[in-house]
């Protein structure tokens, strides 16, 4: 089946710790992003990319950082220098181009809990 | 950057009502969506509608792009209607971004 999938779903992580969100696509989506939510907010933008091997700070984009290095994955490395890492995490792809339809399709989340 | 306020952030309302969820944008934008997060966190698409009208069963969406705010109708509220409802744009001139609003709680009582 075509979609994005976002692995682990639950994941706990030590303080000092980094640790990798798993973020692939088949959609053949030119367009990832990542967000965050914390409890009873919105999603705020970390990082985006529109291409390979290109991507672009969101709004809260300290403490995190990305790759892509092909199209389908976009993996979020959540670093020892996130003060406050523990929130929902969501990744999203689309198309890009000015005569294409660009709807945005979600992952369904990671939950992040730092002990 | 463009700002989306949703509007109201809380609703209560009691199983079979009908419900107008607003959506306010400071700019043009090239693409407008609906999102209903359920409560497990999963966000389900509802409308793709940069503007003009569309309808999904109980569920219809109108945006009026020059006017810069977009709507939601739920009539005869089911309680798995429960959940929050996001508004995000996408503006070709500013990046690309897909920016949400804060969204609108509803709970619908049985």
């Known amino acids: 089946d075509g979609g994005i999938t976002q692995s682990p779903k639950y994941l706990f992580r030590k303080e000092g710790q980094n640790v990798t969100l798993s973020c692939e696509q088949n959609?053949?989506?030119?367009?990832m992003y990542w967000y965050r939510q914390d409890p009873g907010q919105g999603l705020r933008l970390i990082y985006y990319s529109q291409i390979v091997n290109d991507f672009q700070k969101g709004d809260i984009a300290e403490g995190y950082s990305v790759s892509r290095e092909k199209k389908e994955s976009f993996p979020l490395t959540v670093t020892s220098a996130q003060k406050n890492p523990t929130a929902f995490y969501l990744c999203a792809s689309s198309n890009m181009g000015r005569d294409r339809n660009t709807e945005a399709f979600f992952g369904q989340g990671t939950r992040l809990t730092v002990v | 950057g463009i700002q989306v306020e949703q509007s109201p952030p809380d609703l209560i309302l009691q199983e079979g009502a009908n419900s107008t969820l607003r959506c306010n944008f400071s700019d043009s934008v090239n693409n407008l969506q609906w999102f209903h997060q359920n409560p497990w966190g999963q966000l389900i698409n509802l409308f793709y509608i940069p503007s003009g009208t569309k309808q999904n069963g109980r569920l219809s969406a109108t945006t009026v792009a020059t006017e810069r705010y977009s709507l939601l109708y739920i009539s005869s509220s089911q309680t798995t209607d429960s959940g929050v409802y996001f508004c995000a744009v996408e503006a070709w001139n500013r990046d690309d971004k897909i920016i949400f609003g804060k969204g609108t709680r509803l709970h619908i009582l049985p």
């Open positions: 959609l053949n989506h030119d367009a």
